[in-house]
Nanobody
Framework: EARLVESGGGVVQSGGSLRLSCTASGFPFESIVIGWFRQFPGKGREGLTYISNIDGTTYYSEDVKGRFAISSDSAKNTVYLQMDNLEPEDTAVYYC??????????????WGQGTQVTVSS
């Protein structure tokens, strides 16, 4: 069964950092693209970044470019999202999602359950 499990969310002060993890199982890890999204209360999901385990390419939205960094560890079947200089406006539920095709961004097919990130001022 294909699964994505996020971890690493929590409460952090403004200006602080968090690293989220997305561990995949039931997927051919080297053949998928994994992305991170977030959802604010009452809003739709916003695509932030993805990494292709197929060709190594990455993408960042303008909102997070320079503050967030995505990386992949194939030995652990895990993709990380390093978030630095967090602001209260980054408070949201963060999700990872996977797909075989990066051209389907941001409409990836497989989703994790999400992890809450709260940034206090």
């Amino acid at each position: 069964e294909a699964r994505l499990v996020e971890s690493g969310g929590g409460v952090v002060q403004s200006g602080g950092s968090l690293r989220l993890s997305c561990t995949a199982s039931g997927f051919p890890f080297e053949s998928i693209v994994i992305g991170w999204f977030r959802q604010f209360p009452g809003k739709g999901r916003e695509g932030l970044t993805y990494i292709s385990n197929i060709d190594g390419t990455t993408y960042y939205s303008e909102d997070v470019k320079g503050r967030f960094a995505i990386s992949s560890d194939s030995a652990k079947n895990t993709v990380y999202l390093q978030m630095d200089n967090l602001e209260p406006e980054d408070t949201a539920v963060y999700y990872c999602a996977a797909d075989k095709l990066k051209t389907r961004w941001p409409f990836f097919i497989f989703w994790g359950q999400g992890t809450q990130v709260t940034v206090s001022s």
